[in-house]
């Protein structure tokens, strides 16, 4: 659930960003960039279901 999770906020962000953008919202662009890094983060931490992910992660 982790990465369906972390693409969500990843295409909310980007939106955020592309519409804060768009309408010279700084606030709104800044605040859409941070949402798609954390969906960006959530998306890259291993999977509770697949616990060979966390081993590559250490090598």
């Known amino acids: 659930m982790g ?3 972390g ?8 939106t955020k960003q592309a ?8 606030d ?5 960039k941070a949402q798609a890094e954390r969906g960006h983060d959530e ?3 291993p ?3 697949n ?3 966390k ?3 250490l090598t």
């Open 51 to 53: 616990p060979l992910k």
């Open 28 to 32: 709104l662009h800044d605040d859409g």
């Open 7 to 14: 693409l969500q906020q990843r295409i909310v962000g980007k």
């Open 43 to 45: 998306q890259d931490k």
């Open 19 to 26: 519409v804060g953008e768009i309408i010279g919202d700084q």
């Open 47 to 49: 999977s509770e279901l």
């Open 3 to 5: 990465k369906a999770k």
């Open 55 to 57: 081993l590559k992660q």
